[in-house]
């Protein structure tokens, strides 16, 4: 059983929002277990569905670059915020997406890619880029996409650079309509998914394991009403498929007008392209997702520096 202590109990009120004396219950009902009690928060109806976790470790660049039926995004990681500025750091980001189209989305493949006006690797740049700033780095991953007719769309929301920001996005849209109107509706697109975050493109796509969780959790809320199994069925298929609407790209309602299905708006867009249209992926990068930053108590510091003071 792992220890329940007052820092394991703030994660999970960070992650339910539920209340200080609930999240403890829940972890001494779960042996402390921080995801089993984030579940048992959402059967008991104290907590909505689980957040996630706002706090971001990483500082740097997510880039992005493109070229007809094939694109990039990679993240490149410093400490930071001050170097994501550096005219040098922003040169070599911008390049390892540019190199990225030709890696295959393999980071390490990247890495190992000789690096243009050199005699040596993507790694080895970014090396001597540390030692000239002071500041570790890392190429942390790379994903490309492509379509075999079509093209592939990049967006980076709140650029400081072409190409260059926190959030980048890339999708794919297969077609053999008019490139420049084909072109529009993927800017469009990667704007939603840069706004709404879906996990994946169609139903189809939904994680098994992630989608069986959410049916646990539905069902034990619905039987806490009372109401009986054929009853609570039909609930938690209803329920299911809101849960679609939230995570699925082609199932969520369009940012832009706030009204239609984006899976409708692909459909109505080919009559203008001049082809069917069809989404065939997507990926989006928002820099330092996954990564805790280590959360330093200053007080604790100063106390520590000065009790070793002699």
């Known amino acids: 059983m792992a220890e329940i202590t007052a820092s394991l109990v703030k994660e999970l009120r960070e992650k339910t929002g539920a209340g200080m004396m609930d999240c403890k219950k829940a972890l001494n009902e779960t042996q402390g277990d921080l995801e089993g009690a984030v579940d048992w928060l959402r059967k008991k109806g104290l907590a909505a569905a689980a957040k996630k976790s706002g706090r971001v470790a990483a500082e740097g660049l997510v880039a992005v670059a493109t070229a007809g039926t094939k694109g990039a995004v990679v993240e490149v990681n410093a400490e930071t915020d001050f170097v994501a500025r550096n005219d040098k750091f922003q040169a070599f980001a911008a390049k390892a997406a540019e190199l990225a189209l030709t890696s295959a989305g393999d980071v390490e493949a990247l890495k190992a890619a000789a690096y243009p006006g050199t005699s040596h690797t993507a790694q080895d740049e970014l090396t001597s880029l540390i030692a000239t700033v002071g500041e570790n780095m890392n190429l942390r991953r790379a994903v490309t996409l492509s379509v075999s007719a079509g093209v592939v769309v990049s967006y980076v929301h709140s650029a400081i650079a072409p190409g260059l920001g926190k959030i980048g996005v890339l999708v794919a849209l297969e077609s053999t309509g008019d490139a420049g109107k084909l072109a529009d509706l ?117 106390a520590a520096a000065a009790g070793g003071q002699g």
């Open 186 to 302: 993927g800017k469009q697109i990667a704007m939603h998914i840069a706004a709404a975050r879906p996990d994946a493109l169609d139903i189809a796509d939904v994680d098994s394991s992630s989608l069986e969780r959410e049916r646990n959790v539905l069902a034990e809320q619905a039987r806490a009403s009372g109401k009986p199994e054929n009853i609570i069925e039909k609930m938690v298929e209803g329920r299911v498929r809101k849960y679609y609407e939230e995570v699925c790209l082609l199932e969520q309602t369009y940012v832009i007008d706030g009204e239609t299905k984006v899976r409708k708006v692909v459909e109505n867009a080919a009559k203008d392209i001049g082809a069917p249209v069809k989404v065939t992926a997507f990926t989006r990068f928002a820099l330092g997702e996954g990564i805790e930053k280590a959360q330093t108590d200053f007080a604790a510091e100063v």
